[in-house]
């Protein structure tokens, strides 16, 4: 929405030039534009950077600022200032196939037009991007691993306790199969408990979770969980814990009847 600058609004900072001259106008993002003014359009409206004013003249799409690790990282403003004594960075578009060839043609060429330029660092958006959240790569990791061990202790628990209660029951069991129980009713049987059983511990832990989660909303300012991502967690922790649950029922249906009369 709006429009972009003109070229006479155009501010050019150099030394001795316009030192403390500042532009009058900005374009900023449709998230600033909408956290600003929620009750109408921003278009004309006027901001404040410190004390500076500076008058909306366009509404961009939303587009990330480089604070990355920022609650508000897409709150993002423009401005028409061109500081010319600062270091300069120069975005070069090009197809993947001719990206080493274009770096070296674009050396070459700063250094034909300025043999006293000091270039300082070439590389791509890709690798600046990787580079900015490596530590939150690092951490997804830790956590993806730790939450995969979790899991599988969980699931490894699961089935030590159904092969306990199997082999505890093994009487009653054969007992059943003797009055005429089948082999699926065996199965369904230990399938429903395992049921039950994980179902209250994930209707605890979801308890759990949602009452330390609002102590860190609370006195940490954190994010509030997501109802969605903690209901599909549990749904496939469940249905996880019922293949884990499957090969000892199966275990269970296999003992025979002959069992019950053992002991008699």
């Not at 270091?87 to 070069?92: Q, W």
């Not at 159904?162 to 009487?171: E, Q, S």
Request: aromatic share 10%; proline share 5%.
């Amino acid at each position: 929405m709006g429009r972009n600058f003109f070229p006479e609004e155009i501010t050019l900072q150099q030394y001795g030039v316009n030192p403390d001259q500042k532009p009058a106008v900005t374009v900023v993002t449709r998230y600033l534009a909408d956290g600003s003014f929620p009750d109408g359009s921003a278009l004309g409206k006027t901001v404040y950077l410190g004390s500076d004013p500076y008058k909306i003249i366009g509404i961009a799409e939303d587009c990330f600022g480089p604070a990355i690790h920022w609650e508000h990282v897409e709150a993002v403003f423009f401005s028409p200032l061109l500081n010319l004594y600062a270091k300069a960075i120069y975005i070069v578009r090009t197809r993947v196939r001719d990206r080493a060839r274009v770096m070296r043609e674009v050396k070459q060429k700063l250094v034909e037009l300025n043999p006293d330029r000091v270039l300082d660092d070439f590389t791509t958006l890709n690798e600046h991007k990787t580079k900015s959240y490596l530590r939150d790569a690092a951490m997804v990791k830790i956590l993806t691993t730790v939450s995969v061990i979790l899991v599988v202790i969980t699931l490894l628990g699961i089935i030590g306790l159904t092969v306990f209660w199997v082999n505890r029951r093994r009487k009653q069991i054969g007992t059943r199969r003797a009055l005429g129980a089948t082999r699926t009713a065996i199965t369904r049987y230990f399938l429903v408990e395992n049921f039950i059983l994980s179902g209250c511990g994930l209707m605890l832990g979801s308890f759990l979770a949602f009452a330390f989660n609002s102590v860190l909303v609370r006195y940490q300012e954190q994010q509030p969980l997501d109802t969605q991502y903690l209901t599909i967690s549990a749904i496939i922790l469940l249905l996880m814990g019922l293949c884990a649950a499957f090969w000892p029922a199966l275990r269970a249906a296999d003992i025979p009847p002959a069992l019950a009369t053992r002991s008699v």
